[in-house]
């Protein structure tokens, strides 16, 4: 069927928002019982059956496919998705994403702020960052922009202070906010990373981290100076056009960088939910985000104008293109939604795998669904709308 333009806003508070990274924990049955930190020490189980975890993510290395999931589970394909291996992985915590920057480098970020790295096609990876380092890392960056404000306040006219005295108030929030985190141990997860060749990436987190590294991952720094978020929301999903680099987040934060991730500037959106996930076109200037309710704004402007519509009523989580300019986005639900990259309609489709997460191209005209219950494989007629039994 044909999705009808929403006009209308989703209503709700922070608190409501904020409900949304929890919710999906306790769906993905990933809120663990362990002291922080126990599951960084040791490897993920080998399964009898890995290709039935919950999984999280899943991407393209070349022509293999890789997916990521629940206790440290990674499984990889080289036959389009029909069997799967699992990879060695040191550490046993929930994986939240994966990609690869090239067929051989890869890069997978999780729970308890860990982050891992692969360099042989996704079949065994290392530890390169966790909790703890970050931990202290955030809280250093925050203590020196709560600094930079107090000399910037006792420096401005008066006219300013006002204006300048709210910033350090947030700043000074978003301190304690990462103090008290540090305290707790490593307990917040990387929810998105990419990076743009095999040196420049950047990762991003819950309650606003976000982290970069200009030499592949051998270094990582703090950039809570370069965007603005004095609510300190969660960053949900990073994506880029031709022309543009977007962050989508909690509570219909949104933003666009023009220089590659240097500076940030925050765009106003249609939709005041989470944004779960996004999708955008290197080729072109298509861009779009998308998440509680069925919500999801697009633009094909580089974010200069948005349509909002909502698909359904399910999460919508992730997203891919396909060959032939196609689109595939995945809900909570058992439904899948189709578009064409340079077209206005979205149909529907039901599946019969709830759950679903991510989603990728096979390569060979099906598409591979990831979710709650592992993964599928399945041919989709576009022109039809339908699944191909």
Same mark, same amino acid.
């Given at each position: 069927?044909?999705?009808k333009?929403?006009?209308?806003?989703?209503?709700?508070?922070?608190c409501f928002?904020?409900?949304?990274?929890i919710?999906l924990?306790?769906?993905?049955?990933?809120?663990?019982?362990?002291?922080a930190?126990?599951?960084l020490?040791?490897?993920a189980?080998?399964s009898k059956?890995?290709?039935?975890?919950?999984?999280?993510?899943i991407t393209?290395?070349?022509?293999?496919?890789?997916?990521?999931?629940?206790?440290?589970?990674?499984?990889?394909?080289?036959?389009?998705g029909?069997?799967?291996?699992?990879a060695?992985?040191?550490?046993r915590?929930?994986l939240?994403?994966v990609?690869?920057?090239?067929p @051989?480098?890869?890069?997978?970020? #999780?729970?308890?702020?860990v982050a891992?790295? %692969?360099? =042989?096609? $996704?079949?065994? +990876? /290392?530890k390169v960052?966790?909790g703890?380092?970050?931990?202290?890392?955030?809280?250093?960056?925050?203590?020196?922009?709560?600094k930079?404000?107090h000399q910037?306040?006792d420096?401005?006219?008066?006219?300013?202070?006002?204006?300048l005295?709210q910033?350090?108030?947030?700043?000074?929030?978003n301190?304690?906010?990462?103090q008290?985190?540090r305290?707790?141990?490593?307990?917040?997860?990387?929810l998105?990373?990419?990076f743009?060749?095999p040196d420049?990436g950047?990762?991003?987190g819950?309650f606003?981290?976000?982290?970069?590294?200009?030499?592949?991952?051998r270094?990582?720094?703090p950039r809570?100076?370069?965007?603005s978020?004095?609510?300190?929301?969660?960053?949900y999903?990073?994506s880029?056009?031709? @022309?543009?680099?977007?962050?989508f #987040?909690?509570?219909?934060?949104l933003?666009? %960088?023009v =220089?590659a $991730?240097?500076? +940030? /500037?925050?765009l106003?959106?249609?939709?005041?939910g989470s944004?779960?996930?996004?999708?955008g076109n290197p080729?072109?200037?298509?861009?779009?985000?998308?998440?509680?309710?069925?919500n999801?704004?697009?633009?094909?402007?580089?974010?200069q104008n948005w349509?909002?519509?909502?698909?359904?009523?399910?999460a919508?989580?992730?997203?891919t293109i396909m060959?032939?300019?196609?689109?595939?986005?995945?809900?909570?639900?058992?439904?899948?939604?189709?578009?064409?990259?340079?077209q206005?309609?979205i149909?529907?489709?039901?599946?019969?795998?709830?759950?679903?997460?991510a989603?990728?191209?096979?390569g060979?005209?099906?598409?591979?669904?990831?979710?709650?219950?592992?993964?599928?494989?399945?041919?989709?007629?576009?022109q039809?709308?339908?699944?191909?039994?």
């Open positions: 069927m044909e999705i333009l929403n006009k209308s806003k989703t209503p709700g508070g922070s928002f904020r409900s949304g990274l919710l924990c306790l769906l993905c049955g990933l809120v663990g019982t362990s002291r930190g126990d599951f020490k040791q490897e189980f080998p059956a890995p290709a039935k975890a919950a999984m999280m993510d393209r290395a070349g022509d293999r496919l890789v997916a990521v999931g629940e206790r440290g589970i990674i499984i990889y394909s080289d036959n389009q029909r069997s799967w291996k699992q060695r992985v040191p550490v915590v929930t939240t994403a990609y690869f920057s090239s @051989d480098n890869g890069w997978a970020v #999780g729970h308890e702020t891992l790295h %692969s360099r =042989d096609h $996704g079949e065994t +990876w /290392e960052i966790d703890y380092k970050v931990n202290d890392q955030m809280v250093a960056a925050m203590e020196k922009i709560v930079d404000k910037l306040l420096q401005a006219p008066e006219t300013e202070k006002d204006a005295r910033s350090l108030e947030d700043a000074e929030t301190l304690r906010g990462f008290d985190t305290k707790e141990g490593p307990t917040q997860p990387w998105d990373v990419f743009a060749g420049q950047l990762l991003l819950a606003g981290m976000i982290m970069s590294t200009a030499d592949g991952g270094t990582w720094t809570l100076d370069r965007i978020n004095p609510m300190g929301y969660h960053f999903s990073f880029r056009t031709r @022309d543009a680099w977007f962050i #987040g909690e509570a219909g934060s933003y666009r %960088s =220089d $991730g240097q500076h +940030w /500037e925050n106003e959106s249609s939709y005041e944004f779960f996930g996004s999708l080729d072109s200037n298509l861009i779009m985000g998308f998440g509680l309710r069925g999801l704004i697009i633009s094909r402007d580089n974010g349509r909002h519509l909502q698909l359904g009523t399910e919508l989580c992730g997203a060959s032939g300019d196609y689109f595939v986005i995945v809900s909570m639900g058992a439904g899948i939604y189709l578009g064409r990259v340079n206005a309609g149909r529907s489709l039901k599946t019969g795998f709830p759950a679903c997460m989603v990728a191209d096979a060979d005209g099906y598409v591979v669904l990831a979710g709650l219950k592992g993964v599928k494989r399945m041919k989709v007629d576009y039809a709308g339908k699944e191909v039994k």
